[in-house]
């Protein structure tokens, strides 16, 4: 039986005060957590105070300005535990899962991260990329419970700290929409698995302080940089062709192909292509994506 108590967790935050002491209340009651740390990307809400006052064993790093999903790596550098788990300000983790979690991590030497089911409202309806992860068609050489996924899911996974300041982390200039993704290319070309563990659950009650169109230009944003970065000419290409046919659909996308090629010097001066067996990983996932969603 592992030493549960080595897993910290990390929460990202920005001006979501009422629903990150929802969270902090949850996660709090756990009795398997090392810590728990707040990252604030400079909300101007009173979080910080708040978070202080209300919950004074709650490590909290406070930043100067919001980094959006980038802010996680300040609070990675904030503990020493072997493993760390994510959660935005409005899920938290099922009491349980992390012991689960640690275990199997302790138990597969090559595995870097585990996403968790996440469960959605009050009504725990489960989040499509679960299922879509439940479903992958990756085997799992490692044999641990669970399924070999390209992916995983930022708000919801657990992970090994040194995997993830090995990779680098989160590049601040994609801000937020998928940054994961360019994170699990790295995992891969260092030889690292990623698994999805249906035993492992997060409840997500979402904000209703979203921008859902922004997220979305930023996502296809960011979509375009990370082929760019990584993948082989013919790849790359075709994300891009991809991309463009949304954005001749949905015309606020303009925005996202425009944003894209203002990042391209330093995209292209950063440029690092993939392994083939990345490559072909990353195109059956796109493959299976595809016909799930139909």
Avoid at 223 to 228: E, F, G, K, R, V
Avoid at 254 to 283: K, N, T, Y
Wanted: glycine fraction near 8%; charge should be positive; aromatic fraction near 8%.
């Amino acid at each position: 039986m592992s030493d549960t108590r080595r897993v910290a967790v990390i929460v990202l935050t920005f001006n979501r005060k009422s629903e990150l002491l929802r969270t902090l209340d949850e996660l709090t009651a756990l009795p398997e957590i090392a810590s728990v740390t707040v990252v604030d990307n400079a909300s101007t809400d009173g979080t910080a105070d708040t978070v202080a006052r209300c919950f004074p064993h709650v490590q909290l790093v406070g930043l100067p300005e919001n980094l959006g999903a980038a802010g996680r790596n300040a609070g990675v550098q904030a503990v020493d535990t072997p493993y760390i788990a994510f959660c935005d300000d409005d899920t938290w983790w099922e009491r349980g899962s992390l012991t689960r979690g640690a275990e199997i991590l302790d138990a597969y030497p090559r595995l870097a991260v585990l996403s968790a089911r996440v469960l959605v409202g009050k009504r725990n309806v489960e989040d499509p990329t679960s299922a879509r992860m439940a479903a992958s068609p990756f085997p799992n050489r490692l044999g641990y419970p669970g399924t070999e996924v390209v992916g995983f899911m930022a708000g919801a996974c657990i992970m090994r700290r040194q995997a993830f300041i090995d990779a680098g982390g989160y590049d601040p200039r994609f801000f937020v929409g998928g940054e994961e993704a360019l994170l699990a290319i790295d995992f891969m070309v260092a030889g690292w698995h990623m698994g999805y563990s249906p035993e492992l659950v997060v409840h997500h009650h979402p904000s209703i302080s979203r921008n859902a169109p922004r997220r979305r230009q930023l996502l296809v944003r960011n979509a375009l940089w990370c082929a760019w970065l990584r993948r082989p000419l013919s790849g790359a290409l075709e994300e891009t062709q991809r991309r463009l046919r949304e954005a001749r659909r949905e015309r606020s996308l303009v925005w996202s192909v425009a944003a894209s090629m203002r990042g391209m010097s330093w995209v292209l001066r950063e440029r690092r292509v993939i392994p083939r067996h990345v490559e072909a990983a990353l195109r059956q996932r796109e493959a299976f994506d595809d016909g799930f969603s139909r």
